[in-house]
């Protein structure tokens, strides 16, 4: 006789979690011989949480410290990541009676919304001495780091110009040489702070506009002062003096927040230092106030118009060209459009657009941040580089898919682009159905408004000017001057520090992909071939460019030929 037999389905579900749990438990007793890391990974799966090992990844000081150090260690968690009200939270074991007490606080009293993540003790403690990394920092920012309002007018008395703070900083004793350094870079509006060490001295150095200007040599002993500092700040290796360092850190200048990039090289008689100063006033500059002239700012704001295609942007480094990817991303972006950058590094943030920073040490390049990106159903994507094969490849290939694209590529000018752009293995067939227009620039120092100087040059130089701009092609929309008498030069006045020159502008080529073009690019064509097709339409040079803003008094002559190279051979 067969018996039936009547299985219960919920008690089979119960018997078969309870089995696999014991298994797991079981697992966890057998790591007890493995590594903490492995044994917080079975944790993980057992309580169906991400595993994170801590070593792997950055941990923000400020982030650490919303929960105080003595209920975090008592709680074994550590706050690992803060986005508005929502947090990511580390911890040992997520069934911790003193865990879930913090917890539940976070939850109900402070009305925190959180994850969990499963992490070793070892990793607890890594996240543990932040704290002590954030007292540090916050010891040598109470020393001064942080310039307020009042820092900086106290300051500024008694100092009008560079000659007077190259007289204040020879004056200033050791405690203070840091902070009167950056203050000083601040107040002229420095992008970059060099400090040389030499045999017997230091040499500080501002760049301002562009061009490097001696500030005062400092005496040999402030050497480790300023070093230390810069590399406690920075977060850099105290102990390590033969092998280059970067880092960041930020100034809090009243209502604002200035990053620092640093970066530390060994040299012969210690260590260089070079301070990036990244102000955002720069990028947050519009698109008619970079530069552009008439009939480029037409062609500019077409394209940008355009849902697809790559707008390249050339140049040497330092030549203005993230400014104006920023400024192309700052006039589409709208609400409707989501908009992801990747840069090396991230610089400057933007509000309300997806920035990632590329990280080559860990595998995240170009090439392979930009295939992710391409799966996030962007309008618009930024790619600070197009530095290889793979990245120009799928480049080309996002902005042939529905994307709008722009990217920046080192060449000495617009033309050049295309066989760089060969030289990469781009297939010639696609790239003038992916790129709409390619833009070269330089940035040039504006004369000072307040004592540039009008004045009538040998006729010599008149006629050459005059030759020059007959060369310009006349189909654009541009008005050449045809009779020039007159031209400006640089004088100076304390207004612009005695240099003669305040501020920077760019100066640009540019050319559309025309059928005119894309016929000569499928022949493996060279540069100077592109440049006499796109002067065919209406292409104006950078020099020609530059010497236009000559004309009308934004720059002289002088700055076109320190940028752009010789414009005849007779100087002015």
């Known amino acids: 006789m067969q018996h039936l037999v009547h299985v219960n389905n919920n008690d089979s579900d119960k018997n078969t979690k309870e089995l696999k749990e014991k298994v797991q438990e079981e697992t966890i007793q057998k790591l007890h011989h493995k590594s903490e890391e492995e044994r917080a990974n079975a944790m993980a799966n057992k309580y169906h949480l991400p595993y994170v090992d801590l070593s792997l990844i950055p941990i923000d000081p400020e982030m650490v410290s919303i929960v105080p150090k003595e209920t975090a260690q008592n709680a074994s968690l550590a706050v690992i ?7 990511k939270i580390a911890v040992k074991d997520p069934e911790n009676y003193e865990t879930n007490k913090v917890l539940e606080k976070l939850k109900q009293e402070d009305k925190m919304n959180y994850t969990l993540v499963v992490v070793s003790s070892d990793s ?7 704290y002590d990394l954030s007292t540090v920092t916050k010891r040598f920012e109470d020393q001064g780091v942080s310039l307020k309002k009042e820092d900086l007018t106290e300051f500024e008395k008694g100092i009008h110009n560079i000659i007077d703070l190259k007289k204040r900083i020879s004056e200033i004793n050791t405690t203070e040489i840091f902070n009167i350094i950056m203050a000083g870079a601040i107040k002229t509006k420095s992008s970059d702070v060099h400090i040389e060490p030499n045999l017997d001295y230091i040499r500080l150095r501002y760049r301002v506009d562009g061009v490097l200007q001696d500030i005062v040599n400092l005496p040999i002993k402030v050497s480790r002062t300023i070093t230390s500092r810069v590399k406690m700040l920075s977060k850099m290796k105290l102990n390590v003096t033969d092998i280059p360092q970067d880092g960041h850190f930020s100034i809090d200048l009243e209502n604002k927040s200035i990053n620092i990039r640093a970066s530390i090289l060994p040299s012969t008689y210690g260590e260089s230092i ?4 990244l102000s955002e006033d720069a990028t947050g500059l519009k698109l008619d106030e970079l530069g552009f002239n008439q009939f480029y700012m037409e062609k500019v704001e077409e394209q940008l118009l355009k849902p697809t295609g790559m707008l390249l942007v050339t140049g040497p480094t330092g030549s203005g060209k993230t400014t104006t990817l920023y400024s ?6 709208q609400p409707n459009i989501k908009i992801i950058t990747l840069e090396n590094p991230v610089e400057y943030r933007l509000e309300g657009i997806s920035q990632t920073e590329i990280h080559a040490d860990t595998g995240l390049t170009f090439a392979q941040g930009l295939k992710a990106v391409v799966r996030q159903d962007p309008d618009v994507i ?13 480049s080309i290939q996002a902005a042939l898919t529905g994307h709008s694209v722009f990217s920046t590529l080192h060449t000495n000018n617009a033309a050049g682009a295309i066989p760089r752009l060969l030289h990469l293995k781009v297939n010639p ?5 992916s790129i709409n227009a390619i833009i070269a620039q330089r940035l040039v120092r504006t004369l000072c408004e307040h004592c540039k100087e009008e004045y009538t ?6 006629d050459k000017i005059k030759e020059i701009l007959s060369k310009i092609p006349r189909n654009n929309s541009m008005e050449i001057p045809r009779d020039v008498k007159t031209i400006f030069r640089s004088c100076g006045c304390s207004k612009c520090n005695f240099i003669g020159y305040k501020g920077r502008i760019g100066i640009y080529e540019m050319f559309i992909l025309t059928q005119n073009i894309e016929k000569i690019i499928l022949h493996n064509t060279s540069a100077s071939e ?4 796109a002067r065919e339409d209406g292409m104006i040079t950078i020099q020609e460019d530059g010497i236009l803003k000559a004309i009308e008094g934004i720059t002289s002559l002088e700055e076109i030929r320190r940028v752009t190279g010789e414009i005849f051979s007779n100087k002015f």
């Not at 192309?328 to 972006?333: P, T």
């Not at 040059?457 to 008149?462: K, L, N, S």
């Open 274 to 277: 070079v301070l990036r100063i």
């Open 429 to 433: 067939t696609l790239i003038s159905p």
């Open 328 to 333: 192309f991303i700052r006039r589409v972006n």
């Open 124 to 130: 607890l403690r890594k996240a543990w001495l932040t």
């Open 81 to 87: 990541y803060k986005v508005g009200k929502k947090l």
């Open 530 to 533: 592109v440049m006499e097709k």
């Open 382 to 394: 930024m790619v600070g580089e197009v530095r290889d094969s793979e990245t120009a490849e799928i």
């Open 457 to 462: 040059p040998a006729q010599e130089t008149i």
